[in-house]
């Protein structure tokens, strides 16, 4: 069962692009290896100054361990339920697709640069747009040209595809 938010494939999984899983793995494969690595070093450097009990170089490495290991777990997590999605399996033909690039016009005439991505490795400011949010949701299979109102908190905003990249 998908919460709100979550962007979901054919088979239930997360819904992300092969960019994304690739992305997803290389953080893995750092967090599993120089990571741990660092975090071993500095619990075997703190051990060797003695008493743990008031060791605070000992305490912050031992909780930057635990966070380390959640952040790989939940990373894993993810990889195991990743449904990679591209934009032919999208079933949008022409339109701004899952995994597609699009020039897309804002209200105030502005262009900005949009993949259309899953919600997990979305990112604004790099030109990641969740497929799951309102605008992303909006603009999702939409034909060039065509003008799409959202409906906001401030009013309704209409945003143009321009093209597609």
């Known amino acids: 069962m998908s919460g709100p938010g979550e962007s979901r494939g054919p088979a239930g999984g997360e819904s992300i692009t092969?960019?994304?899983l690739l992305a997803l793995e290389a953080e893995l494969a750092e967090l599993e290896g120089p990571a741990r690595e660092q975090i071993a070093e500095r619990l075997k450097a703190a051990r060797a100054l003695g008493d743990l009990k008031e060791n605070a170089d000992y305490h912050i490495a031992k909780e930057d361990q635990a966070h380390l290991e959640t952040r790989i777990q939940r990373l894993r997590e993810r990889q195991k339920n990743a449904v990679v999605a591209d934009a032919q399996s999208d079933g949008a033909g022409d339109g701004f697709a899952f995994g597609r690039t699009a020039l897309v016009v804002d209200p105030d005439g502005r262009e900005h640069t949009w993949t259309l991505v899953g919600s997990t490795e979305a990112n604004v400011a790099e030109g990641r747009l969740s497929a799951e949010s309102p605008?992303?949701?909006?603009?999702?299979n939409r034909p060039v040209g065509q003008q799409i109102v959202v409906p906001t908190p401030k009013g309704d905003r209409t945003f143009l595809i321009k093209k597609l990249l």
Do not use: V
């Open 18 to 20: 092969g960019e994304g």
């Open 135 to 140: 605008i992303g949701q909006a603009l999702r």
